[in-house]
Every structure is written in C-alpha cells, then in structure tokens.
C-alpha cells in the first residue's frame, strides 16, 4: 500500500500557479520562482495556463492567499477549465483542504509536486523505496480528507482501539506502520550500500554536485566516456551512478546524483541518505554550475548550503561554470547611467571576478560542445593526483 498519486499528470493536463511577494523577495525573484515552478510543472506533466501573485505581508491563515485573490483565481480556473493549482510555498493541511472546498480543483504545494516528480522518475527499488518514505512522512499531518483509500479498521474485540476508535487515528496508524516498515528496509539498503562502496577500494572518490538541470549527467558521460541518462528536465537522475574514471594513468571514482534545488524537502533529504552518502564520502566536490542562468549565484548559494545540511560543506571542491556555449549577455550603452545586473556581464566579466575570488580551481566549460576539456581533466588530474600520494606516499613511481 502507498500514497495515491495527487494527480494524474498527462499531456493535456493544465494548471496555474500561485506565489505570494512579501518582504523578503522584489516582483524579479518572485518571477524566478514562478518561472522554476512552471519548469517544475512541465516536469510533471501539466501545461502552465496563467500566474497569479499576490503581495502579502503574512499568509492567510486559512487560505494563504487573500479572499479576493481566491476568486480571481476561481473564476480563471472554471473558465478555462484547469485541472490542478500549484502554490509556490508550502500550505498547511487546513490551508489545503479550504482552498480544495472552495476552488473544487486539485491543490499541490511546491513540496508535494517535487515528491510527485520523484516518484516519477525513480526506476530502481531503492529510489522508489526512498520517494515512497518521503511522501509517507509529509502526508501524515495532511491524512484527514486525504486517505479515504486507506483500509479501515473497524471497531470490535480483538482490536486496538476499541470499539468506536475514530477513522483517521486508524489512518495514522496505518501510516506510521507503513513509516517503520519502509525505514526497516532502507537500513538494509543502507548497509548493503555501505559494503559496495567498501569494495570498491581505495580509490580516490570524487563526486558531481549541483542544482538540478545544469549538465552534470552530461560531464559524468564526458569524463567516463558512458552513456548515463541525461536530458532537459529537473530531478533526470535520483539514482547514484559509480563509473571509474582514467585520466593519464591515473584512476578514480567519479559519482553523480540527484540535484538539489530550492526548498528542497527536508522529507527527500533524509530518505535520500544513503544516495547522498556518496557526497559525504568522497574526497573531491566537482561543484557544476549553468552559467547560462541569470540567478546562478543563487543556485551556487543553495547547493553550499545542502551541502553543510548534509555534512559535506567543508570538502576540497572544484567550481566548474558549464554551458558557456548558451551564454549570452546585453552589453550597456556608454550613456546607461542605471545599474550594471547580472544581464550586462559578459563572460570575461564572470570569469575575472569569480576566478579571483575563489581559493579552489574555477572553470569555465562546455561539456555539451567539448569546450575547455582538456584544462578540466588536467585540473581533475592534478588534485587526485595530490590526494593519491598523500594516501599512497610509496607510489609515487606511478607518477
């Protein structure tokens, strides 16, 4: 037994979505996130028909958005005959619950569509084991008006609760059941895992990190010369994939894994541990970055600090800048008095400032174009290199 899809995501299934600007956020991050969002629906399966913001100093209690917000949204929908709404920012179960009375369409947070996009795309045991984990535990304070498809343990001798024991404490029981079970099994998993990567020896391990969707499948074929699934969506990868790698005469392991993004659910983060195991463990970060994005600094911010959620925020890293072949920029009119953005920078401009203030190697690539590859594998090198005879000081003649 496990959670019901919220939705089925076809084709020609269509939402909208919602964000609130407070003070914490301008109009321009606002429709970033909005922007992510629809990438995040496209994802899923569901066609974006409009956005909605609203600036609001605090959420509504009951329904986040303001009354009149709620209609405008209500009269769109029913005209243009949506199927699903998506809220930006995490609702309550009773926040959920009004809007769903209210709008009589299906309510997604941004949480729950990033677990629905998880369980799409997990393909092995484990993944679904992990995603399957995750959902159980957001939805467990959202069970009432949600687990109607849950068997119901009726009232009567012989069981726990007694006779008139209420329906959705029943529920909750089923659930937390079904929370053990699912953690039992990924103990095992974990331990299994831990003793693959004990046998692997003692290669230097290295490790693609970054936030979803900026190519780091496509390095990891790069540098391994394989052939790992990639493609342009969010969340292509959720299973760890281990190649050995050869540079010159050096080898080692190189990891890539899920991607992280915004908001990430605390929910995905420790079902995922074992999975994320291989970034705590490895020796070396290769940090990738989309420079082609205008808020890639925001998503370098986000990956630094998953990566000092999970414990791994202190290792030797490699900052490696790719689809340098999609960059574009506007330059300014020598008469533009307003502020220089992230729009006006050229490439150069980027590389001078980044390349300056980093302590670790910086580098600017494409891995789609095979652009600057043999400065990125020489700079792999060097660094395993330095770390192999740090372990292995008596091999040195290999060098």
Known sequence: MKPE???TALPEHTCVLIGVINKFQDDSASKEYLDELAFLAETYGLKTKKTFTQKLERPDKSTFIGKGKVEEVKAFVVENKVDVIIFDDELSPSQQRNLEKILGKKILDRTTLILEIFEQRAQTAHAKTQ???AQYQYMLPRLTGMWTHL????????????????????????????????????????????????????????????????GKSTVMNLLSKSNVFAENKLFATLDTTVRKVTIENLFFLLSDTVGFIRKLPTQLVESFKSTLDEVREADLLIHVV?????????????????????????KPCILVFNKIDIFSYTPKDEDDLTPTTRDNLSLQDIKNTWMKSLNNPCLFISAQN????????STIYKLVKEMHLKRYPYNNLLY
């Open 5 to 7: 899809p919220l939705t």
């Open 131 to 133: 995603v399957q984990l």
């Open 151 to 214: 068997e119901r343990q009726r009232g009567g001798t012989g069981t726990r609760g007694g006779a008139g024991e209420k329906e959705i404490e029943t529920d909750r029981r089923i659930v937390r059941d079904k929370i053990a079970a699912l953690k039992d099994r990924l103990r095992e998993i974990d331990k299994q895992m831990a003793t693959q990567r004990k046998n692997r020896g003692e290669l230097i391990r290295v490790a693609l990190v970054g936030y979803t969707n900026v």
């Open 290 to 314: 989309d420079i082609s994005h205008k808020n890639f600094e925001e998503h370098i911010n986000v990956v630094k600090q998953t990566l000092q959620d999970i414990g791994a925020g202190d």
């Open 370 to 377: 095979k652009e600057n590859i043999e400065e990125f594998r």
